[in-house]
């Protein structure tokens, strides 16, 4: 039986999606519950990988599983040992799927969204959730930086050292900013994106919110295929795995 799970998760204590020698992972966590209940062994596929400290509210996976339990059943023995793991992973949605569905390779896009608390006083309900800016940000021109984003590009200067994909040629079908009491969210959508995409561009577009960049330099560090043109690279804090579509 092959299972489809959407799962939220929160990754200040986590390595990450992907399962590594040096800390606990969301991947890791789902694995251990799967054999804790089923005596099985299993892989568990992710449709995206996050990083350190980067969270989830809709990540999407599958496993392969000799069992005849129900959707329901499963989501419901999956949460109860993830709890007995004390695992700040839950799943929230769980199908049965065809042998032919494949968590990453049957995407068609990704959303993520971005969380800045823009206002001078820390946050101890937020920590760990939000990038905390105490300087004011113009969100009218970085609306109109992230303008210079959309579509297709080669994105080598919002690019993370270390970035393992084949091309740096992406297309960004959304980039909305938005204002919500006293946060600023980024709305993010593609099919796929390049190590720390979004993170770098949030990062500059910040500084076109301060007044360090002018709107029309996204157009220019975007031509220039520079890391080094570009911004910083906001912290993984305020990233989320928003959704994934198929």
Not at 17 to 36: M, N, T, V
Not at 127 to 149: K, T
């Amino acid at each position: 039986m092959r299972y489809k799970i959407t799962i939220e998760y929160d990754g200040t204590n986590l390595v990450g999606w992907q399962k590594q020698k040096d800390g606990p992972s969301a991947q890791e966590f789902l694995e251990k519950a799967i054999e804790g209940f089923s005596h099985q062994i299993t892989e568990v596929f992710g449709a995206g990988r996050t990083d350190a400290g980067v969270h989830a509210l809709g990540q999407v996976a599958h496993f392969d599983l000799d069992s005849d339990l129900s959707a329901f059943k499963m989501q419901e023995s999956l949460n109860a040992l993830l709890r007995e793991l004390d695992a700040p992973v839950s799943v929230i949605d769980t199908q049965i799927v065809g042998s032919d569905f494949h968590a990453r390779f049957s995407a068609r896009g990704r959303g993520y969204i971005y969380r800045i608390l823009n206002r001078r006083g820390p946050t101890p309900l937020r920590r760990n959730r939000v990038w905390l800016l105490s300087f004011p940000l113009n969100i009218d021109l970085m609306r109109e930086g992230a303008q210079y984003l959309l579509g297709n590009h080669d994105f080598s200067s919002f690019r993370g050292a270390g970035c393992q994909a084949l091309s740096p040629i992406k297309t960004l079908d959304k980039l909305e900013i938005e204002k919500v009491n006293d946060e600023i969210i980024f709305t993010v959508e593609a099919r796929s994106f390049i190590y720390h995409q979004v993170r770098n561009m949030v990062g500059t577009l910040s500084e076109v919110g301060r007044g360090k960049l002018q709107p029309i330099d996204v157009k220019h560090i975007l031509d220039a295929k520079d890391r080094t043109k570009a911004g910083i690279s906001a912290p993984a804090c305020g990233l989320y795995l928003n959704k994934v579509m198929y």
